[in-house]
Structures are given as C-alpha cells and as structure tokens.
C-alpha cells in the first residue's frame, strides 16, 4: 500500500511498513508545538524591551496562544476525521511554519500577538491529528510503547524549549536577538511536511460529525470574553465592563451547552457534564493547568527582570521543573491503574509542596540562588506528571465509548484555556503585586498558584470517580 492509500478505524490490515518512521514524524511535529509555548516564556524580557511591549502584552504573547488553540481545538479534530488526518495535519504544520516566521518578522508587540494567535490556530489544526494518526497505524502492544515514546518525547520537549531559548536569546545569532526562538522553527517545519506528506498515511473515520460554524464561533467568542477582561481589567482599572464581559462568556457557552443538548456532534454535550466523574475530571484541569501555565510565566519574568537571571541562566533553573516529571513517568500506567484518584491527589500535593518551596525561597530575600529554586521546581514538575496523565486516564475511564471522541475533545480544549486563564490570572496578581517589588509580585503569584492547586485537590476528594482505572 501507499501513502495515499486511506485507511479508517474499522478497516483491519496487514500494519503500515512506513509508521516507525511516520511515528518519528509525527512526534516532532508535536514537540514544536511544546516548544512555541515554552521557549517564548524565557524571552518574554528581551520581547519586552525590544517591542516596548506592556504587561498586557506580554500575557496576550502567552495566553493567545493557547487562547486560540483551546477555540479551535475541537473543529479541527473534526475536520481531519473528514477531510483526511494527513491533509489537515500537513495544512497546520506549514501553516505554523508561515506564522512562526511571522512572530520572528512582528514589528510591534500587537503584530507578534496576532501572529501568535495564528501559531496557535496552526497548532490546534496539526496536534489532533497526530494522535489520531498514531491511534489508526498502531495497534496492541505496539500501541502501548508508542505513547509511552510520545510522553517522554513530550518532557523532554517542555524542558528543551526552556533551554533553547535561553540559549538562542543569549546567543544573539546574527542580531537578531529573541526572534530566532521563533525563525529557528521554519526550517524544522518544512523539512517535516515533505517528510510527512511522504511517509503518513492518509485516515479518516467513517460517520464523522461535520463542525457548526455557528456552534464554533458561539464558543470562541464565550471563551474570548472569559478570558479578555481578566487581561485586560488592569490597563484600565477593572471597569465593570470586564464583570459584564466575563457574564456574557459564561452565558455563551452555558447557553451553546443547553442549545446543542440531545444533538449528535454537540461541542458541549449536556449528557457528558452530567456524569460527576466527568465533569469533576474538567474543573480538575482547569484549576491544576491553570497553576501550571501560569507559574512558568510570572517565573520566567521574576527571574530575569526581578533576580538578574540572564536568558540562558532562567532557562536551565526552569529546567528543573519539566526534568521533575521524568522520574516518575515510567511508574505512571501502573500507578493509575492500581490506586487510581489517589495518584491525581498525590500529585496535586506534591505540586503544592513544591510551590511552597518555591514560595519560601523566591519570596524571603532579594537575592535567591539558583539551588535554592531547584527542590520546589522539582517537586512541581513530578507534582504534574502525577496529576494530568492519571487524570486523563480516570476521566475517559468514566466516559460512555459513544462519547469518548468528543470528550477527549473537550478535554483538550479546557486544557489549553486553562493554559491561557492562568498566564491572565497570575499575570494580573504579578503585575498588581509589582507596585510592593518584586518579592511581592512573586509571593503573590505563588500564594494564587497554591490556592488553584488546593482547589483541584478538593475537587478530585469530592468527585473524582471511579477510584481506578478500567
């Protein structure tokens, strides 16, 4: 058989000579989409200062990325169901190639946001389908080593963002200071599209639902005006406009959920909010991804402009975090499957240690050494590799089979606008905190951070079911 060649879920064959090295392909591809949230975090200073780029700024650089991602998420997945796994996934990773060399081109920091916005649709077009992809030309035990493979690679790619950028930045290749974190991209892309137009197979699932337009767009703008007055509120001083904004995108995507009940193919189907374990499972995310995504912001930014930390210096610290994770990840399978909600809670309270450790280091002196960080990022890096793997497993465990594609969907999509709703909370109580320096800005991004995690923990005593995993 051929690359082109279309193969769907229900068709059993002989296993695709080429998916090793379509594996390969497939994973890379997604580790640049790891790397483009990481890497910009560490530049954010040097962005700053060669934008003139506000604090307002600097968290749309982060959070509309994910932002974008988390509102067209779930569509994408979609369309490659219909129109063909390779063609989407090929159409997104050149589409984050012209975006990437866009970022790397921006002359003002409302340029660079905008083309992050575009990265992050590109992104959200290309990463569904890798798993899909994966999903159809594996099978068994094969299966199983792969997306072991695929988390470790995941790791790996948080941590080698954080460095590289770090790296490239300092290094100041040709001038050009901060925009080869995003220029470096491009050639890697292209090389990836020829690789993969060769070497993936093409899939697609039979009876897949078509997308809503009107669905889509009902809830990009419900999480669009979650999440805007939260970054916007302080430019101008939290007028009430940002409470009847976050009203109105609440009331979007509660009213999109009840519009489209009993629908096949809802973006929010009711029937799957209403089992506890599933809808437990989401709050979990979205309070635990939310700490997470916004400690590596407000982190990033208090080390170098807060504690003198030079790019590369606050890229290998921050290292520390991701490298946490790598310890425990090959115990996690078999830590799930034997004491299940326990493994998510044990991980939450390891991250909370961890931000304490943080908290008591970063937010008692001026000066803090690089030692001091590493226990707290270490714990906060193991902390999430115990929460968000078994959370996942837990959560689709709960979810009917009929189900299970469009609530791994939804999973996804919260994840990301979790992602984004921590860099505009912790960013917001960083940038107020700045007012009583830097120490300030930190212990209150730390005591927001711990707060969001004891709230997670509460939820999954509360309602995570079942205890294991089926």
């Not at 465990?397 to 299970?404: D, G, L, S």
Request: proline share 6%; hydrophobic share 55%; net charge positive.
């Amino acid at each position: 058989m051929t690359t082109e060649d279309a193969m769907t879920e229900t068709e059993p064959e002989a296993p695709y000579s080429r998916r090793w090295a379509a594996m390969v392909v497939l994973i890379l591809a997604f580790a640049l989409d790891l790397l483009s949230v990481t890497i910009v975090n560490v530049a954010l200073p040097a962005i700053q200062r060669g934008l003139g780029a506000g604090p307002t700024d600097l968290e749309w650089i982060s959070a509309g990325y994910l932002l974008a991602f988390a509102v067209a998420l779930i569509t994408a997945a979609r369309l490659g169901d219909l129109w063909g796994r390779k063609r989407v996934f090929l159409v997104g990773l050149a589409a984050f190639g012209l975006a990437s060399a866009w970022c790397g081109l921006a002359h003002g920091p409302g340029e660079l946001i905008a083309a992050r916005a575009a990265q992050g649709l590109a992104a959200a077009a290309l990463t569904p389908q890798v798993m899909s992809i994966m999903y159809t030309i594996f099978h068994g035990r094969e299966r199983a080593t792969v997306f072991g493979v695929f988390g470790i690679i995941s790791s790996f790619a948080q941590a080698g963002g954080l460095a590289l950028g770090g790296v490239l930045v300092t290094a100041d290749l040709g001038g050009l200071g901060w925009r080869t974190i995003f220029l470096v991209t491009v050639p890697a892309v292209f090389v990836l599209v020829g690789l993969g137009a060769w070497l993936i197979p093409e899939s697609r699932a039979g009876g897949a639902a078509r997308p809503r337009p009107v669905a889509a767009a009902v809830l990009t703008v419900g999480l669009v005006a979650i999440v805007f007055p939260l970054l916007e509120g302080q430019r101008y001083g939290w007028p009430a406009w940002c409470a009847g904004c976050l009203v109105v995108g609440l009331g979007a995507v509660v009213g999109l959920a009840l519009a489209e009940r009993g629908r096949p193919g809802a973006l929010l189907p009711v029937e799957l909010l209403r089992l506890r374990p599933v809808a437990t499972g989401l709050a979990v995310m979205l309070l635990a991804f939310s700490g997470f995504s916004g400690f590596l912001l407000v982190f990033a930014l208090w080390l170098q402009d807060g504690q003198g930390y030079s790019p590369l210096a606050a890229g290998l610290v921050t290292v520390a975090f991701p490298a946490g994770a790598l310890p425990v990840a090959p115990f996690i399978g078999r830590l799930t499957v034997r004491y299940g909600r326990r493994v998510v809670l044990t991980g939450c309270a390891a991250a909370v240690l961890g931000a304490l450790a943080v908290l008591v280091a970063a937010g008692g002196a001026p000066r803090v050494g690089a030692w001091a960080l590493v226990p707290g990022l270490v714990l906060l890096g193991a902390g999430i590799n115990l929460c968000i793997p078994p959370l996942v497993t837990l959560y689709l465990a709960a979810v009917p089979p009929r189900h299970a594609g469009s609530a791994s969907g939804i999973l996804s999509t919260v994840q990301q606008f979790g992602g984004a709703l921590g860099v505009a909370v912790l960013g917001a109580v960083f940038f107020a905190g700045l007012a009583g320096g830097y120490p300030a800005a930190i212990t209150g991004s730390m005591i927001t951070m711990i707060a969001l995690l004891v709230a997670a923990s509460a939820a999954v005593v509360l309602g995570l079911t079942p205890k294991r995993a089926r």
